[in-house]
């Protein structure tokens, strides 16, 4: 398990003795593709972080479609804000592929939070968060293709082996409009598909496109 922990972000370089103490209060499990980890409304006293795989956090409107927040990968922590707020899970996880995903008992990681380095990781990460949140609500003055280009510019990680509707839902916008930008953006030789993901290959020209 101490080898496991060693891959999260939040355990990185930490003594092996305090690992040891971690590892008896968490458990791991393997989640198959699409499987649920937790629901929006819940609430335990878990966190988790994933080894191996993918997860995506997710909202739902009124008739039950999926719209995506997050996306956390290898190394990522997700959960944790809940826990230290004592409040129910404000969004739903599911696995995006085969995963295999750490879950650590909140009750008995609580006294480490104040103590760096556990703190001091804590705070960038939230904080980290709340700025992406931010960066991505100016989204809302931009047109469609925009929106493509200002993610591409500020949110790279989004492009990276995810799903185009979840993407396109995200973003607002209908999987073939974003479709339509995409491949403009490639046949100007501004971006490349590559191993399942999308990259730029010209960013000059595309930071001039939302200027």
């Given at each position: 398990m101490?080898?496991?922990?060693k891959?999260?972000?939040?355990?990185?370089n930490?003594?092996?003795?305090?690992l040891?103490e971690?590892?008896?209060?968490?458990?791991?499990?393997?989640?198959?593709k699409?499987?649920?980890?937790?629901?929006?409304?819940e609430?335990d006293?878990y966190?988790?972080?994933?080894?191996?795989g993918?997860v995506?956090?997710y909202?739902?409107?009124?008739?039950?479609?999926?719209?995506?927040?997050n996306?956390f990968?290898?190394g990522?922590?997700?959960?944790?804000?809940?826990?230290?707020?004592?409040?129910?899970?404000?969004?739903?996880a599911?696995?995006e592929?085969?995963s295999?995903?750490?879950k650590i008992d909140y009750?008995?990681f609580?006294?480490?939070?104040?103590?760096?380095?556990?703190?001091d990781r804590?705070?960038?990460?939230?904080?980290?968060?709340?700025?992406?949140?931010?960066?991505?609500n100016?989204l809302?003055?931009?047109?469609?293709?925009?929106?493509?280009?200002?993610?591409?510019?500020n949110?790279?990680?989004?492009?990276?082996?995810?799903?185009k509707?979840?993407?396109?839902?995200e973003?607002?916008?209908?999987?073939?409009?974003?479709?339509r930008?995409?491949?403009?953006?490639?046949?100007?030789?501004i971006?490349?598909y590559?191993?399942?993901?999308i990259?730029?290959?010209?960013?000059d020209r595309?930071?001039?496109l939302?200027?």
């Amino acid at each position: 398990m101490i080898h496991k922990l060693k891959k999260l972000s939040l355990f990185f370089n930490i003594e092996d003795s305090l690992l040891l103490e971690i590892a008896n209060y968490s458990s791991i499990k393997k989640y198959n593709k699409e499987q649920i980890i937790f629901y929006e409304g819940e609430k335990d006293r878990y966190f988790y972080g994933i080894v191996k795989g993918s997860v995506l956090m997710y909202d739902s409107d009124l008739k039950g479609n999926i719209i995506p927040k997050n996306q956390f990968g290898c190394g990522d922590i997700f959960g944790l804000i809940s826990q230290i707020q004592n409040r129910p899970y404000c969004l739903s996880a599911i696995s995006e592929s085969e995963s295999e995903i750490i879950k650590i008992d909140y009750s008995k990681f609580q006294k480490h939070i104040s103590v760096p380095p556990f703190s001091d990781r804590i705070i960038k990460m939230l904080s980290n968060q709340i700025m992406q949140e931010l960066e991505f609500n100016k989204l809302q003055k931009f047109d469609a293709t925009k929106r493509v280009i200002y993610t591409l510019l500020n949110f790279p990680q989004k492009f990276v082996r995810k799903k185009k509707y979840m993407l396109a839902k995200e973003l607002n916008m209908s999987a073939e409009t974003l479709s339509r930008i995409l491949s403009k953006l490639k046949n100007d030789g501004i971006i490349c598909y590559c191993e399942k993901s999308i990259k730029v290959t010209d960013y000059d020209r595309l930071k001039k496109l939302i200027n």
